[in-house]
C-alpha cells in the first residue's frame, strides 16, 4: 500500500486551506450583494429617512435598523449554527423583490419599494444559509416593517378614525365623573373650554412606536405563543384607551381648575409620558399573562429559534454560492434598470396651462392668487390654479387644482385629510357622496375658531373623476402600466358656511359654481381615451 511522508498536519492544512479560502469568498459575496442592495433601493430608503425626520409619529424608525442589527449580531453563534444548504429560492424572492420595486417606481407608491428591500434581505439570507438561516433571522429582519411609513392616503384615514374613537371615549370617561360635556365632531367641549382633538390627539404618535415594541417585545418574550400574540395585539386598544384617559383627564383638569390649565396638561401629557405610560402598561400585560400561565417572567432572546442543529453546519455545503452570485446579478440588473423604467419617457398628453384659465365663469368673477414658494416647493406640482370666484352679491368659493404631469418619482397631490389639519382645520364631518352617476366626490366639513367651511374635493386622474385614494392609486399603477401614463390632479372647492345660513345653502353655492366649472376644466386637465368613473 502507498504510503506518504507527508505529516498529518500537513496533508489536514492541505484540506483545509482551500475549503476556508471558499467560504471567505462566499461570505464576501453575500457582503456585496447587500451593499449593492442598499444602493439599488438608495432612493425608496432615503425616503424613508425623510419621513422619519419629519413626520413625529415616525420619528422612532431611526431605532429599528439599530435594534434589527443588535438583535442579529447578539444571536450571531446561534446564526452561524444555523447556516445550512444553500436555496434557489432566494432568488426567487429577490426577483419577487425586483418586481416589487418595479411597481413601486411606476406607481409612485415608495411602499413597494420599502418592503421589496425587506424581501432582498429574506432572499439573501435563503440564497446564503438556506432555510435553516432564514427561520432563525426572519423575525429581527421582519422587525424592520415597523420602520416603514404607510402611505399618506392611508395615514390621513387612520387618523382621522382614531380621532373620533378617542374623542368618543374621552368624553365617556369624562361623563363618568359626572362632568358635563358635549362632543361635536372631534370637539370636545367643555364650556369653558373646547379641546380640538386633531392629528396631533389621534394617538398616532403613540401607536407605531409602541406597535414596534410591542413586536420586539413579544420576540423576547419567554411565553407560549398565545401569549406573545395578545402582547402584539394589545397595542393598538392600549395606545387607544391611554389616548381617551389623556382627554378626560384633560377635562378634569378644565373642571377643577378652569380652562388656564388645560394647555399646559394638554402638552405635558402628550409624546414620552404618554408613550411611557403605555409602555407600563404593556410591561403589567407580559407580567400578568406569566404569572397566569404559572412561568416566571422572563425576557430573553431565543437560542436556536428551534432549528435542530444536527441538519446543519455542513461545510461541504456551504461553499456553494451559485444562489448568491444570481442574487447579486439580480441585484446588479436592478440597479442598472432601475433608472431606466423611474426616468424612461412617459407619454404626457398635451393640455392647456392654468394660466390661461378663464377668470370669469358663467356670472363668476376670479380673484387669482398664488401659493407661498414654500409651499410650492414642498408640494412639488407642475401647474396649479389658486383662485377665489364670486357671484355678484354671494359668497366666494375657491378654486385650487393641483396638476402633476408625472407621479412616478412620488410627486402626487396631497390628500386634504392631511393638509387641512396641517393648515389649523379640525374636520368635523366627512363623507364620501356623489353629484351624479358620473362625479363622485368627497364632502368635508372644517372648523377652526368658530369660522366653518364646506369643502369638495376630488381627483382627476386621466380623465376619470375619482373621490376613493385607495381606487385613485390602483388606476394609478394600472394606466402607468397600460398607457405609460401617471398624470393626474387635485380639485378642491371650498367655501365659508356663514352662521346665518345652512349647510345646505353652501352645498347649493358649490354645486352651481361646479356646473359653471367642468365644462372649461376639460381641456386644463388630460384626459383618456377610455375614461371611466368611481
Same mark, same amino acid.
Given at each position: 500500500?502507498?504510503?506518504?511522508?507527508?505529516?498529518?498536519?500537513?496533508?489536514?492544512?492541505?484540506?483545509?486551506?482551500?475549503?476556508?479560502?471558499?467560504?471567505?469568498?462566499?461570505?464576501?459575496?453575500?457582503?456585496?450583494?447587500?451593499?449593492?442592495?442598499?444602493?439599488?433601493?438608495?432612493?425608496?430608503?432615503?425616503?424613508?429617512?425623510?419621513?422619519?425626520?419629519?413626520?413625529?409619529?415616525? /420619528?422612532?424608525?431611526?431605532?429599528?435598523?439599530?435594534?434589527?442589527?443588535?438583535?442579529?449580531?447578539?444571536?450571531?453563534?446561534?446564526?452561524?449554527?444555523?447556516?445550512?444548504?444553500?436555496?434557489?429560492?432566494?432568488?426567487?424572492?429577490?426577483?419577487?423583490?425586483?418586481?416589487?420595486?418595479?411597481?413601486?417606481?411606476?406607481?409612485?407608491?415608495?411602499?413597494?419599494?420599502?418592503?421589496?428591500?425587506?424581501?432582498?434581505?429574506?432572499?439573501?439570507?435563503?440564497?446564503?444559509?438556506?432555510?435553516?438561516?432564514?427561520?432563525?433571522?426572519?423575525?429581527?429582519?421582519?422587525?424592520?416593517?415597523?420602520?416603514?411609513?404607510?402611505?399618506?392616503?392611508?395615514?390621513?384615514?387612520?387618523?382621522?378614525?382614531?380621532?373620533?374613537?378617542?374623542?368618543?371615549?374621552?368624553?365617556?370617561?369624562?361623563?363618568?365623573?359626572?362632568?358635563?360635556?358635549?362632543?361635536?365632531?372631534?370637539?370636545?367641549?367643555?364650556?369653558?373650554?373646547?379641546?380640538?382633538?386633531?392629528?396631533?390627539?389621534?394617538?398616532?404618535?403613540?401607536?407605531?412606536?409602541?406597535?414596534?415594541?410591542?413586536?420586539?417585545?413579544?420576540?423576547?418574550?419567554?411565553?407560549?405563543?398565545?401569549?406573545?400574540?395578545?402582547?402584539?395585539?394589545?397595542?393598538?386598544?392600549?395606545?387607544?384607551?391611554?389616548?381617551?384617559?389623556?382627554?378626560?383627564?384633560?377635562?378634569?383638569?378644565?373642571?377643577?381648575? /378652569?380652562?388656564?390649565?388645560?394647555?399646559?396638561?394638554?402638552?405635558?401629557?402628550?409624546?414620552?409620558?404618554?408613550?411611557?405610560?403605555?409602555?407600563?402598561?404593556?410591561?403589567?400585560?407580559?407580567?400578568?399573562?406569566?404569572?397566569?400561565?404559572?412561568?416566571?417572567?422572563?425576557?430573553?432572546?431565543?437560542?436556536?429559534?428551534?432549528?435542530?442543529?444536527?441538519?446543519?453546519?455542513?461545510?461541504?455545503?456551504?461553499?456553494?454560492?451559485?444562489?448568491?452570485?444570481?442574487?447579486?446579478?439580480?441585484?446588479?440588473?436592478?440597479?442598472?434598470?432601475?433608472?431606466?423604467?423611474?426616468?424612461?419617457?412617459?407619454?404626457?398628453?398635451?393640455?392647456?396651462?392654468?394660466?390661461?384659465?378663464?377668470?370669469?365663469?358663467?356670472?363668476?368673477?376670479?380673484?387669482?392668487?398664488?401659493?407661498?414658494?414654500?409651499?410650492?416647493?414642498?408640494?412639488?406640482?407642475?401647474?396649479?390654479?389658486?383662485?377665489?370666484?364670486?357671484?355678484?352679491?354671494?359668497?366666494?368659493?375657491?378654486?385650487?387644482?393641483?396638476?402633476?404631469?408625472?407621479?412616478?418619482?412620488?410627486?402626487?397631490?396631497?390628500?386634504?385629510?392631511?393638509?387641512?389639519?396641517?393648515?389649523?382645520?379640525?374636520?368635523?364631518?366627512?363623507?364620501?357622496?356623489?353629484?351624479?352617476?358620473?362625479?363622485?366626490?368627497?364632502?368635508?366639513?372644517?372648523?377652526?375658531?368658530?369660522?366653518?367651511?364646506?369643502?369638495?374635493?376630488?381627483?382627476?386622474?386621466?380623465?376619470?373623476?375619482?373621490?376613493?385614494?385607495?381606487?385613485?392609486?390602483?388606476?394609478?399603477?394600472?394606466?402607468?402600466?397600460?398607457?405609460?401614463?401617471?398624470?393626474?390632479?387635485?380639485?378642491?372647492?371650498?367655501?365659508?358656511?356663514?352662521?346665518?345660513?345652512?349647510?345646505?345653502?353652501?352645498?347649493?353655492?358649490?354645486?352651481?359654481?361646479?356646473?359653471?366649472?367642468?365644462?372649461?376644466?376639460?381641456?386644463?386637465?388630460?384626459?383618456?381615451?377610455?375614461?371611466?368613473?368611481?
Amino acid at each position: 500500500m502507498f504510503r506518504t511522508n507527508l505529516p498529518e498536519t500537513t496533508m489536514l492544512t492541505s484540506w483545509i486551506e482551500p475549503s476556508e479560502r471558499a467560504w471567505v469568498r462566499t461570505r464576501l459575496l453575500a457582503l456585496a450583494t447587500l451593499i449593492l442592495a442598499l444602493f439599488a433601493f438608495r432612493d425608496a430608503l432615503l425616503e424613508l429617512v425623510r419621513r422619519w425626520t419629519t413626520q413625529e409619529e415616525y /420619528g422612532h424608525g431611526f431605532l429599528i435598523p439599530l435594534i434589527t442589527a443588535w438583535l442579529l449580531w447578539s444571536r450571531r453563534e446561534a446564526l452561524r449554527r444555523c447556516i445550512g444548504r444553500p436555496s434557489w429560492a432566494g432568488v426567487a424572492l429577490v426577483a419577487v423583490a425586483l418586481a416589487m420595486h418595479f411597481i413601486g417606481q411606476l406607481s409612485a407608491i415608495f411602499l413597494f419599494s420599502q418592503l421589496a428591500f425587506i424581501v432582498t434581505l429574506f432572499g439573501i439570507a435563503l440564497a446564503f444559509g438556506g432555510f435553516s438561516l432564514f427561520r432563525a433571522a426572519f423575525w429581527p429582519i421582519a422587525f424592520l416593517v415597523f420602520a416603514i411609513p404607510l402611505p399618506y392616503f392611508i395615514d390621513a384615514a387612520l387618523s382621522l378614525q382614531l380621532q373620533l374613537i378617542s374623542s368618543r371615549l374621552g368624553v365617556f370617561l369624562i361623563r363618568l365623573l359626572d362632568i358635563p360635556v358635549l362632543l361635536d365632531g372631534n370637539i370636545v367641549d367643555l364650556g369653558v373650554y373646547k379641546l380640538q382633538v386633531v392629528d396631533a390627539c389621534s394617538g398616532l404618535r403613540y401607536l407605531f412606536p409602541l406597535l414596534s415594541l410591542s413586536f420586539f417585545a413579544a420576540y423576547i418574550f419567554r411565553a407560549p405563543l398565545w401569549q406573545r400574540v395578545v402582547v402584539l395585539l394589545s397595542c393598538a386598544p392600549i395606545t387607544v384607551i391611554m389616548n381617551g384617559f389623556r382627554i378626560a383627564l384633560i377635562g378634569v383638569t378644565v373642571d377643577r381648575w /378652569g380652562a388656564q390649565m388645560a394647555e399646559g396638561a394638554l402638552h405635558f401629557f402628550e409624546g414620552w409620558v404618554i408613550f411611557v405610560a403605555c409602555a407600563t402598561l404593556l410591561a403589567a400585560e407580559m407580567y400578568v399573562l406569566s404569572r397566569l400561565s404559572g412561568h416566571a417572567f422572563s425576557l430573553s432572546l431565543p437560542e436556536n429559534s428551534g432549528i435542530n442543529d444536527s441538519s446543519v453546519h455542513r461545510p461541504a455545503l456551504q461553499l456553494r454560492s451559485r444562489p448568491l452570485a444570481a442574487c447579486l446579478s439580480l441585484v446588479f440588473l436592478l440597479l442598472l434598470a432601475s433608472p431606466l423604467v423611474a426616468h424612461r419617457p412617459e407619454n404626457i398628453p398635451a393640455r392647456s396651462r392654468f394660466l390661461t384659465f378663464p377668470g370669469a365663469l358663467e356670472g363668476w368673477q376670479g380673484r387669482p392668487s398664488v401659493l407661498e414658494p414654500e409651499v410650492e416647493q414642498t408640494l412639488a406640482l407642475d401647474d396649479y390654479i389658486l383662485s377665489d370666484y364670486a357671484a355678484p352679491g354671494g359668497e366666494p368659493v375657491n378654486l385650487y387644482v393641483a396638476y402633476y404631469a408625472s407621479q412616478r418619482m412620488g410627486e402626487s397631490p396631497h390628500s386634504p385629510l392631511v393638509c387641512i389639519p396641517g393648515s389649523g382645520w379640525l374636520i368635523t364631518h366627512f363623507q364620501r357622496t356623489r353629484l351624479d352617476a358620473d362625479h363622485p366626490f368627497n364632502r368635508a366639513i372644517v372648523e377652526r375658531n368658530g369660522l366653518r367651511q364646506l369643502v369638495y374635493y376630488w381627483y382627476d386622474e386621466r380623465g376619470r373623476q375619482i373621490a376613493n385614494e385607495y381606487i385613485s392609486k390602483t388606476y394609478l399603477l394600472y394606466d402607468a402600466l397600460t398607457l405609460n401614463r401617471s398624470d393626474g390632479a387635485l380639485v378642491r372647492l371650498t367655501t365659508i358656511i356663514r352662521p346665518s345660513e345652512f349647510e345646505s345653502d353652501a352645498d347649493a353655492r358649490l354645486q352651481l359654481f361646479i356646473n359653471a366649472l367642468m365644462p372649461q376644466l376639460k381641456q386644463y386637465l388630460a384626459t383618456s381615451k377610455s375614461s371611466q368613473n368611481s
